[in-house]
């Protein structure tokens, strides 16, 4: 999608993204099934109802604890449920970046906005980069072209 988006190779590809990414979330699930063990919710969410209940007042305990994920992230399965799943999010991503441009181009023989360096960020380095970058580009291609259309429009007008 970064090297060839317009390849055909990447349109077949890209347009059958959910049978590509099929695979990867029933890896994650079972990785999620074997990575849980009795004491996954009490190390996420500590605390107690009763405890949360006395008082009368907002005495929130279920709210997940920083020490409680690090100690889960520890734990080499559910360390690799969490790495299948960021992949498959920054691939979804990466995907929905390309997708968006190439649909609204489809035929006209070149892409409107640069896509290259937003699928590269969303499905190599991290999907919320990757959507800023192409938010970013497609900003700055907005004003591009609405300054150049100005003054162009400044130069042709008789005053």
């Known amino acids: ?22 695979p990867l979330c029933l890896l994650y699930l079972l990785l999620l099934f074997t990575s849980w063990s009795p004491d996954t919710m009490s190390v996420l969410l500590p605390g107690s ?38 992949l498959v999010i920054n691939l979804f991503a990466a995907r929905s970046i390309w997708a968006r441009e190439f649909i609204k181009r489809k035929g006209k023989g070149s892409f409107g ?17 990757g959507l800023l970058a192409d938010a970013a580009t497609r900003a700055a291609r907005r004003l591009l072209v609405l300054l150049l259309s100005s003054s162009s429009s400044s130069f042709s007008s008789p005053n």
């Not at 279920?62 to 799943?85: D, M, N, Q």
């Not at 969303?122 to 919320?128: C, D, I, R, Y």
Request: hydrophobic share 60%.
């Open 1 to 22: 999608m970064a090297l060839a988006p317009r390849a055909r190779l990447t349109s077949s590809l890209a347009s059958r993204a959910e049978a590509a990414l099929a």
């Open 113 to 129: 906005v640069p896509v290259a360096h937003s699928v590269l960020l969303a499905g190599v380095v991290a999907a919320p980069l």
């Open 49 to 86: 109802l009763a405890e949360g209940l006395s008082g009368g007042k907002f005495n929130p305990q279920f709210f997940p604890a920083l020490k409680g994920v690090a100690e889960l992230f520890a734990r080499p399965a559910t360390a690799a449920s969490v790495w299948v799943h960021l």
